[in-house]
């Protein structure tokens, strides 16, 4: 069954230090979403892609968040510096289409700042 | 304001004991409602779709009904293997497509 896949699964980092993520969507779908997950609350969005163009990063905090996906295919979210407050597990996720709901989840990177 | 608001946040049931999660919303124009379950340590995996007051769906043990204001996710005669945390999202026609979660409930079922 073709799955999200997300690298790292685990990183612990210190303040100030960049951190990086990738994601690799399922194979032929357009859509791709990076949300962030705060322990013991729902998914929040930080940017959607349509392909290789950003449809929607209203929530993206742009001053230290960037995110690309130059072909149109796999993903990179990069935070610099990163803050204690990013402790969080980053989720992507893929769709077939932008107007569904239906999303397909990796496993998430839970990335802890010390 | 969109707002999702889940109750109870967390709930145990013993093995058969069926109960309801609710899910209400408050959204300038619903275009969507949708059910995901969570395992611990795992992403969101999609449940249900409900797109009107009075539509229903069902899969297993689990039946999701909508209204004009909440959600109900339904477990009859759940299982252990039922635990997870259940989110519930809405899309407003206002948002494109992003979906809006709310904090979840946290299920246990004990045998």
């Known amino acids: 069954e073709a799955e999200v896949a997300q690298s790292p699964r685990y990183k612990i980092t210190e303040k100030s230090q960049a951190v990086a993520f990738w994601c690799d969507p399922i194979?032929?779908?357009?859509?791709l979403y990076w949300y962030r997950q705060i322990l013991g609350q729902g998914p929040e969005l930080l940017v959607q892609?349509?392909?290789?163009?950003?449809?929607?990063d209203s929530q993206l905090p742009k001053d230290r968040f960037s995110a690309e996906r130059l072909k149109g295919v796999d993903s990179t979210l990069k935070i610099q510096p990163a803050e204690l407050g990013d402790s969080a597990m980053y989720l992507c996720?893929?769709?077939?289409?932008?107007?569904?709901?239906?999303?397909?989840f990796g496993e998430g990177s839970r990335l802890t700042v010390l | 304001e969109d707002q999702v608001t889940q109750s109870p946040e967390a709930l145990r049931l013993q093995e058969g004991e069926s109960s309801s999660l609710n899910c209400s919303y408050t959204?300038?124009?619903?275009?969507?409602l949708f059910w995901y379950r969570q395992d611990p340590g795992k992403g969101p995996e999609f449940l249900f779709t409900l797109y009107s007051a009075g539509e229903e769906k069902e899969k297993e043990r689990l039946k999701a009904t909508l209204t004009k204001k909440e959600s109900f996710l339904h477990i009859t005669a759940p299982k252990p293997e039922d635990s997870a945390t259940y989110l519930c999202?809405?899309?407003?026609?206002?948002?494109?497509?992003?979906?809006?979660f709310g904090k979840g409930t946290s299920l246990l079922v004990t045998p």
């Open positions: 999202a809405v899309t407003p026609h206002s948002s494109g497509y992003a979906l809006n």
């Open positions: 959204v300038s124009g619903l275009r969507g």
């Open positions: 194979s032929g779908h357009a859509t």
């Open positions: 892609f349509q392909d290789e163009s950003v449809v929607d």
């Open positions: 996720a893929s769709s077939l289409r932008t107007n569904t709901g239906e999303l397909f």
